[in-house]
């Protein structure tokens, strides 16, 4: 330990990849506090006879962790070096996004920076509530750029994030930079993630400092505008208004219709407009969620060999299912309701605690959004905090026991229901 850093000897790699990834941030507001003074900290793992320091191939036992140089490759080094993108998925593309009044200029924007006409939308921000379809948009601005042979990288907020601290804890930080600012345009998703993460956004500002001096694309995507974003640092915020936000609202019916004709054809089936019109009128405004109810219909034709019809449809999407879902109900609107009745704030309702489990009015919350929106459970733990998708689940079936023999817990669910304006489960 010196003046402004602290070494912790940990036994193994797997010690000190647990101690970076889970408890970094609050080891390190610890031993600034019980220092009185700021203090970085890093891991040096060391052999088991205590007298030198263990390379992390060297623990026996422990399979060797990659390094950051190695880490670092299998993110970036492909995307930018070799001009292909592993992490983009192929299928979003222009040619698959459905436009309409709800994001036309989101798509305008995406395309004009794709084809380098649009270098006056530096960063472009895209902003929308959850499956909406601003990842589609950075997925196909990643593909189109790449076809026109420019370097392109498509990273999470969370893959970034665990890269830069593994470049901090190996001194790679230089390495680091290099392979992202090596990127003709860089398309940063999950952007809400950086809230409270003040390490990953001071190495993010200077990055995008790098960037934009150089005039390289940035294209950052977000569930919420950057005046929204809580915890974000001022300047990182200034910048992220620097140059062009665009929404994307919820889909009015028309463009629904048309997203459900063109994902059926995809799947290889003729969605008459009555069809598809009875499928977007049962369905949320989640374009995943749409896809969701599609997939219901056309597996069900498919199980028992049925020709689609109104009544496969009323089948498959029975009106309980969907729970008359207000359009106007969003994961935001039920977030900010169960808050409001439990007399919290939206914030502390999304934050992870530090239990390990999560509370009571974040499992009602959690159980409301599964039900009435449909999202997928990956979508559900990312509104709150980032739990896993393991946790979601058991927090719901935690929560549906409970409900079987508390009353209170089940009075709780219709009262905030109603508000909502949403039907109470049976």
Request: hydrophobic share 40%.
């Amino acid at each position: 330990m010196d003046k402004s850093s602290l070494c912790i000897s940990v036994p193994s790699a797997f010690a000190s990849e647990f101690l970076g990834n889970r408890l970094h941030q609050v080891i390190v507001e610890v031993v600034s506090s019980v220092a009185d003074r700021p203090l970085s900290v890093e891991y040096k793992v060391i052999s088991s006879e205590g007298a030198h320091p263990a390379s992390q191939g060297s623990v026996p036992g422990i399979q060797a962790a990659p390094s950051a140089g190695s880490q670092l490759t299998s993110l970036y080094s492909n995307t930018i070096d070799n001009h292909s993108a592993p992490a983009v998925d192929s299928r979003y593309s222009f040619d698959t996004f459905v436009t309409g009044a709800s994001n036309q200029l989101a798509y305008a924007a995406a395309r004009a920076v794709a084809d380098g006409s649009g270098t006056r939308f530096n960063p472009l921000f895209i902003y929308s509530g959850v499956g909406l379809g601003k990842t589609h948009l950075l997925h196909a601005i990643s593909s189109y750029a790449s076809s026109r042979g420019e370097a392109s990288l498509y990273v999470t907020t969370e893959q970034f994030t665990n890269a830069f601290i593994r470049s901090i804890r190996e001194r790679k930080t230089d390495e680091f930079r290099a392979k992202v600012t090596k990127a003709d345009i860089v398309l940063l998703d999950d952007v809400q993630f950086l809230s409270g993460k003040e390490q990953t956004q001071e190495g993010l500002f200077h990055i995008f400092n790098e960037l934009h001096r150089s005039q390289r694309q940035i294209v950052l995507a977000c569930d919420r505008p950057p005046s929204s974003v809580s915890l974000l640092e001022d300047r990182l915020r200034s910048r992220f208004e620097w140059g062009l936000i665009v929404d994307i609202q919820k889909p009015e019916i028309e463009t629904k219709v048309a997203i459900l004709q063109q994902k059926a054809a995809i799947a290889g089936f003729s969605l008459s407009d009555t069809m598809a019109f009875e499928i977007a009128g049962r369905s949320p405004g989640c374009i995943r969620s749409l896809e969701g109810g599609l997939n219901r219909v056309l597996a069900l034709a498919d199980f028992f060999d049925s020709t689609l019809s109104v009544d496969l449809v009323e089948q498959a999407l029975p009106d309980g299912l969907v729970g008359h879902v207000s359009e106007k109900v969003t994961a935001d609107l039920v977030i900010r309701t169960v808050a409001s009745y439990y007399k919290t704030s939206p914030e502390i309702l999304k934050s992870k605690t530090r239990a390990g489990k999560t509370t009571h009015p974040q499992r009602i919350a959690m159980s409301l959004i599964d039900r009435t929106l449909g999202l997928p459970v990956t979508e559900v733990a990312s509104l709150f905090g980032g739990w896993s998708p393991r946790t979601v689940r058991n927090s719901l079936k935690e929560l549906a026991r409970t409900v079987k023999t508390d009353q209170t817990s089940s009075s709780e669910i219709s009262e905030i229901s109603e508000e909502l304006g949403i039907r109470s489960p049976a």
